[in-house]
């Protein structure tokens, strides 16, 4: 990968080469295997909290690291670089914040050395059967009962859903007060009563990714776990941890990208029609001129975006024009170069086909572009 941002720095290129190391050394050969069975080995994921990845941007007192966003945007760029999109981490880690920024210390200090350790995998659910990227529309509640919660409902589309065994769920604890009404409860699945998971669904893409349906039926939970110190406040905390979601989006968006020019570009030197090379062609060059600008483009638009982060300093809407902006550049990308392909491309042997099916996911996931582009017009006014 190029690193020029500048907020690379020794330790991060030093990180950036142990991370790719460990992925071609560790995930790489398995990667058929994990395509196969819908799911990623738990001793990968223990693999990979050995090398620090679960928890680099989680301060030392709590098991991590304690870098600060390059870090995860360091890995989730070799993870890009790879191909690998099976791997959660990155909704790990999203589970790991969530409880960073509004845990108790007591939660904080329980749960975390623990996601941090591979002991536990985290997950959040937000997504029902009914409502997406409307998340005031969420249905499962959460009714106190002494010093428990009872939940009942239900989740899909839930992102290591099949192993996770911590997970931040979104619930109603009011229905009468809309947003206003939404909490945050952790669940700890072990030997929950109530508490059950569908089969990894068949997607398009992403097979190795255990994406599943969770049910909630009288699942009780200690009134302890809630996120915050009072209800109510989910709906602020999902906006504002949102921006970090979908700045890795964003950046992994943009590492696909030069991972399917890579290959394009490689291929078409190699191949050979009417006695030239696919890349002799002027429409190649042209083409590949065209897609290999507006991917650095893309790459300073995600790097002046996690100097903001870094900072404190990104908006919920630069975050969204990220999101928006790359994932669509993504699919665009990857399509035309699929296309200088031929037939070769469309079959599984070759991996920009896998990438094709993988990025499609991209534009939905983490919000919609649709959403996005709402977002940023609110931002206009």
């Keep these: 990968m190029t690193y020029n941002a500048g907020w690379m720095n020794d330790e991060l290129r030093l990180m950036a080469e142990s991370v790719r190391s460990f992925l071609e050394n560790e995930y790489v050969p398995h990667d058929a295997k994990y395509e196969a ?17 679960l928890g680099a941007t989680i301060p030392g007192e709590y098991g991590g690291i304690g870098g600060n966003f390059a870090f995860d945007a360091v890995i989730s760029d070799e993870l890009a670089a790879q191909g690998i999109s099976g791997f959660g981490i990155q909704v790990h880690n999203i589970a790991s914040h969530y409880i960073l920024a509004y845990g108790s210390e007591e939660q904080k200090k329980k749960w975390l050395p623990r996601l941090c350790s591979g002991e536990c995998i985290g997950a959040i659910a937000m997504t029902e059967p009914g409502a997406g990227s ?32 911590l997970i931040v769920l979104v619930v109603k604890t009011d229905e009468s007060k809309g947003a206003k009404g939404i909490s945050l409860v952790v669940v700890e699945t072990e030997d929950l009563a109530g508490f059950t998971r569908g089969k990894p669904l068949e997607k398009i893409g992403q097979h190795a990714q255990d994406t599943t349906e969770l049910f909630f039926d009288g699942a009780r939970v200690p009134c302890v776990n809630l996120l915050g110190k009072e209800e109510g406040k989910g709906f602020y905390q999902l906006m504002d941890q949102l921006k970090y979601e979908r700045l890795l989006i964003a950046v992994l968006s943009v590492g696909f990208m030069d991972r399917a020019l890579k290959m394009t570009f490689e291929y078409t030197q190699d191949r050979k029609a009417f006695g030239r090379t696919i890349f002799d062609f002027q429409n190649t060059r042209f083409k590949l001129a065209e897609l290999f600008t507006e991917a650095r483009i893309g790459r300073t638009f995600v790097a002046d975006c996690i100097e903001k982060m870094i900072a404190g300093k990104l908006d919920t809407a630069t975050a969204s024009m990220a999101k928006m902006w790359l994932t669509e550049k993504l699919c665009k990308t990857v399509d035309e170069c699929l296309q200088f392909f031929g037939g070769y491309g469309y079959t599984r042997e070759y991996p920009i086909s ?27 006014q």
Excluded at 37 to 53: I, L, N, S, Y
Excluded at 142 to 154: E, M, Q, R
């Design 37 to 53: 069975q819908h799911f990623v080995d738990r001793e990968f994921w223990k693999k990979a909290a050995e090398m620090g990845m």
């Design 134 to 165: 409307d998340l005031q529309g969420v249905t499962t509640k959460a009714v106190k009962d002494g010093d428990f919660y009872t939940i009942t409902g239900s989740k899909t589309f839930i992102s290591n859903g099949l192993l996770a065994n």
């Design 354 to 380: 896998r990438l094709f099916v993988d990025s499609r996911v991209m534009k939905i996931y983490g919000g919609t572009s649709e959403i996005m582009k709402e977002l940023i017009a609110r931002s206009l």
